[in-house]
Nanobody, 122 residues
Framework: QVQLVESGGGSVQAGGSLRLSCQASLLRECMSWFRQAPGKEREGVAAILVIPNVTYYSDSVTGRFTVSQDIASRTVYLQMSSLRPEDSGEYFC??????????????????WGQGTQVTVSS
């Protein structure tokens, strides 16, 4: 089982930026970020196919969020810019050792972190 530890969450004003980090005990084929706001369903926001470094984004974050990786340190990042109040929620890092579903938000990855809270105020 892969261990995933998120960090970097916090509170920020609308229009601001945050960078989340996911430290993995082992990078899997596909590393993803999901989020869940209170009373809402979990949604996928970004994913990266580790090799060959292909990224996927949900429509709601395209152009504002960037997912990246540092293979040497087994870390995946989510740079979030132009944040909006609707971006608030618990952000989870997830890992899947199959390539085929990378970026398919209806697919639930195998391994999950504990989450980090992001709060965007207007």
């Amino acid at each position: 089982q892969v261990q995933l530890v998120e960090s970097g969450g916090g509170s920020v004003q609308a229009g601001g930026s945050l960078r989340l980090s996911c430290q993995a005990s082992l990078l899997r084929e596909c590393m993803s970020w999901f989020r869940q706001a209170p009373g809402k369903e979990r949604e996928g926001v970004a994913a990266i196919l580790v090799i060959p470094n292909v990224t996927y984004y949900s429509d709601s974050v395209t152009g504002r969020f960037t997912v990246s990786q540092d293979i040497a340190s087994r870390t995946v990042y989510l740079q979030m810019s132009s944040l909006r109040p609707e971006d608030s929620g618990e952000y989870f890092c997830a890992a899947e050792n199959r390539r085929h579903h990378c970026g398919e938000w209806s697919h639930s990855p195998t391994s999950w972190g504990q989450g980090t809270q992001v709060t965007v105020s207007s």
